[in-house]
């Protein structure tokens, strides 16, 4: 049953910002702490960005840190990864991930739900 719902991927200039969204389906993510992680054929996962379920606590992997910021909007019922200065290098599907009553965790291993992922494709 699907819980949560990547939206936002697409095809994105180099240097610009773009904004990715993580709705949640039937549950209030006021008691979920979320994590944005993204994926290359053939890579593992990374870890992009964590808030805690409060919302006060956030982490970022090294790949985008000071070029992406997670926030939650309660009232949306809804995550978002803004980033910044895209590179080609951030081409990936990414992956909205939850926990209940979390912390902001980096490992995917503490995330129990996972959406479809969404693709964001970089030109130069």
């Known amino acids: 049953q699907e819980q949560h719902t990547e939206s936002g991927g697409g095809l994105v200039r180099s240097g610009a910002s773009h904004t990715l969204s993580c709705v949640a389906i039937?549950?209030?993510?006021?008691?979920?702490?979320v994590a944005w992680f993204r994926q290359v054929p053939g890579m593992e996962r990374e870890f992009v960005a964590a808030?805690?379920?409060?919302?006060?606590?956030?982490t970022y992997g090294d790949s985008m840190r000071g070029r992406a910021t997670i926030s939650k909007d309660k009232a949306k019922n809804t995550v978002f990864l803004q980033m910044d200065d895209v590179r080609p290098e951030d081409a990936a599907v990414y992956y909205c991930?939850?926990?209940?009553?979390?912390?902001?965790?980096?490992?995917?291993?503490?995330?129990?739900?996972w959406g479809q992922g969404t693709q964001v494709t970089v030109s130069s």
């Open positions: 991930a939850t926990r209940l009553f979390g912390g902001a965790s980096q490992r995917p291993a503490d995330y129990f739900a």
């Open positions: 808030i805690d379920y409060s919302g006060t606590s956030t």
């Open positions: 039937g549950r209030e993510f006021s008691t979920y702490a």
